[in-house]
């Protein structure tokens, strides 16, 4: 399966704190995205990571690659309460395969 | 707003009923895809479109489909619903059949009683 998994399901940190969600998967991939869906609401694209890069960061957000491990991390630095959300990895496959395929996320709670 | 447009907001129907769901993609995006999540399934991937035509499809019901129109827009039809069709139905576009991260709207909650 291309779909990825996420760890920890759930995690609670306070304000200020860094967090860091782990993703892995089984398939070659063309890229790897992450994803923040407040409470019921539309999910929204954080970042791209595409197989031949191993690092980027986008303001707080610093995403790495692992191609060999079949894994990535999202750290969030000096989180805030407007972080809390669901975040999720979205696994795009190679060839002519542009669909993506979510895991089940991890529910981030940050406490003021 | 992120410039998908997904309509109703909120959809309670019977069993046995028949909804279209519609979503008008981000100005110049050409890919439509559809998504289904529930509490138990996670995100399921339903079907894309590209520019009008079918491009791939995941795990969609016989009793749904889906198309693209000449504008972009596109409809979900779920018929013969069943109390398990309950869930979010989300649209995202993205600008070309390639590489790029999604555009998501704010979905449809659809409830079958």
């Known amino acids: 399966s291309q779909q990825g998994e996420e760890d920890p399901q759930a995690l609670s940190i306070q304000e200020g704190e860094n967090a860091t969600m782990n993703c892995s998967y089984k398939?070659?991939?063309?890229?790897l995205q992450w994803y923040r869906q407040n409470s019921g609401r539309g999910l929204v694209h954080l970042i791209l990571?595409?197989?031949?890069?191993r690092e980027k960061h986008s303001g707080r957000l610093r995403v790495t690659l692992d191609t060999s491990k079949k894994s990535s991390s999202l750290l969030i630095t000096a989180s805030r309460a407007a972080d809390t959300a669901s975040y999720f990895c979205?696994?795009?496959?190679?060839?002519?395969?542009?669909?993506?395929?979510f895991g089940k996320g991890t529910l981030l709670t940050v406490n003021p | 707003d992120s410039g998908v447009t997904q309509t109703p907001k909120h959809l309670i129907t019977a069993t046995g009923q028949r909804v279209t769901l519609r979503c008008s993609p981000r100005?110049?995006?050409?890919?439509v895809y559809w998504y289904q999540q529930s509490l138990d399934q996670g995100l399921q991937f339903l079907i894309q479109?590209?520019?009008?035509?079918?491009?791939a499809k995941g795990n969609i019901l016989e009793r749904f489909s889906a198309q693209q129109f000449p504008d972009l827009h596109s409809e979900l039809n779920l018929s013969s619903l069943e109390l398990g069709d309950s869930a979010l139905y989300f649209c995202?576009?993205?600008?070309?059949?390639?590489?790029?991260?999604?555009?998501f709207g704010s979905g449809t909650r659809l409830t079958v009683v």
């Open positions: 995202a576009s993205s600008p070309f059949d390639s590489y790029y991260g999604y555009t």
């Open positions: 398939t070659s991939i063309n890229n």
């Open positions: 990571i595409r197989s031949n890069e």
């Open positions: 979205a696994i795009m496959g190679g060839g002519s395969n542009y669909k993506l395929t």
């Open positions: 100005s110049g995006d050409l890919s």
């Open positions: 479109y590209y520019n009008g035509e079918e491009r």
